[in-house]
């Protein structure tokens, strides 16, 4: 199986209250960001069999944008494992759940992705590792016996470079005489 683990996009500031902070949509800078990691994934060629998000507000934009714009068609489902207070065990069921897909796109959360990710890793360490999740962040993992393997991490920065890069006009510069 191949995993991608989507850390949501910006979402502004956080609230206090918390019923409030769960229903916060993602900002300007959010939507834009999905829509070129979206942008890239399309060039890389990479096609989703199964989105899974977490139900809070932002993650099920961020989900969304990137279904849309990757040419996914079924309904994205809705996990508590994949919540703020959820727990490692509650993710480790999600992915047994969805053992049969190819290609699993979650989004969801830090500190819980980060903590996942690093369980996946390294799954019997005392200390699992340590791999930074921006907002927007998207790591791919390959799951098969033993430890994940990491296969690629895209950082908002890399994305951005990515996107500017391939959106760039192809049209020649001529001197006018």
Known sequence: MNLFILRHA????????PLLDTRRPLDKDGKRHCLQLAH???????QFDLIVSSPLKRSLQ??????????YEAQILHSNALAPAAALRDFQNLLKECSKVENLLVVGH??????????????AATA???VRLRKGSLARLSLTRGPATLQGLLDPRIVR??????TKSSRRKTSRK
């Open 10 to 17: 910006s979402a502004g500031t956080r609230r206090a209250n």
């Open 161 to 166: 470079a990515l996107y500017a890069t391939s």
């Open 40 to 46: 890239v994934l399309n060039a890389l060629d990479v």
């Open 128 to 130: 699992p590792a340590s």
């Open 62 to 71: 961020t989900a969304s944008l990137i279904g849309t714009e990757t040419g």
């Open 110 to 123: 830090n500190p819980n992705l980060t903590a996942f990710l690093g369980a996946l890793l390294v799954p």
